[in-house]
């Protein structure tokens, strides 16, 4: 069924609690998704355009039924037509004012996304390079099955790829190191020693000087509550023109 194709178990097991990262973050896989589903219409049968639009209302139902999750308005209000009611120019409406509170959505997320980033000069970046080096050698050389010692190195390398980046992701980084301080705990010449843990402490301090550094450069202002989206539209002109609001006319026939 299209809906689980669009939001299968390992999709959804990504999915970040920050409700407007998750609603974006689900709104651009389906659209990859339907943009698939474009490839495979042939415009000289109409059972394949018949397909490619119930594949737009999938996506559509999918993108409400996420927005009533996250409480996403103004989408949350919204009802999912019926199929006999339903046509590409329905959703060609539902598609623009998505994408106009999309918009808001992802510079509103870049901002906050910002806050939990910071810039890192060559020297930090080259420092904490070192502290990774010697959590590998303690790693390697500590007595522990394969599996175990595979899954620690491949968090170390996760944790260099995401240092690789113009900005890092403080908070993933410190994530990723209680993820190896976990992994180790059973593995006792790591969970028994004072170097092993001191270097872990040290990564930590030097990721943390990091972001306090950023920020000051940055100035940042108080965090503030996301802003309230605003409709691409006045209100009475919505009301006029959309199929997909809550202001849609009621003496039409389409069960909105």
Do not use: C
């Not at 998704?33 to 018949?50: F, G, H, I, M, Y």
């Not at 999918?62 to 999912?80: C, G, L, N």
């Not at 992994?183 to 001191?198: D, I």
């Amino acid at each position: 069924m299209s809906i689980f194709q669009i939001l299968s178990p390992d999709f959804r097991n990504e999915l970040p609690d920050d409700d407007r990262l998750a609603f974006g973050m689900i709104v651009e896989r389906a659209t990859d998704w339907l943009a698939d589903r474009l490839k495979e219409v042939d415009e000289t049968e109409r059972a394949s355009w018949q397909a490619y639009e119930s594949a737009q209302l999938s996506v559509m139902n999918v993108v409400i039924a996420s927005a009533k999750h996250y409480q996403i308005e103004p989408f949350a209000k919204m009802i999912v037509p019926r199929r006999d009611k339903f046509d590409s120019n329905d959703f060609v409406e539902f598609q623009t004012e998505l994408d106009h509170y999309l918009i808001q959505i992802m510079l509103d997320n870049t901002m906050r996304l910002r806050r939990d980033t910071a810039a890192i000069d060559s020297k930090s970046r080259e420092k904490i390079r070192d502290y990774l080096n010697v959590l590998k050698k303690a790693i390697d050389d500590a007595e522990m099955s394969e599996a175990k010692r595979s899954a620690l190195r491949s968090k170390l390398s996760q944790f260099e790829a995401e240092l690789d980046k113009s900005r890092v992701p403080i908070f993933m980084l410190a994530r990723i190191l209680l993820e190896v301080v976990s992994l180790t705990a059973n593995v006792v010449a790591l969970a028994e020693s004072p170097t092993f843990h001191k270097i872990v402490s040290n990564t930590f301090q030097a990721v943390a000087v990091v972001k306090a550094e950023d920020d000051g450069n940055r100035q940042l202002p108080p965090t503030e509550p996301p802003k309230a989206l605003l409709p691409p539209r006045p209100v009475e002109e919505r009301r006029r023109g959309s199929a997909t609001t809550e202001g849609y006319d009621l003496n039409d026939d389409i069960p909105f």
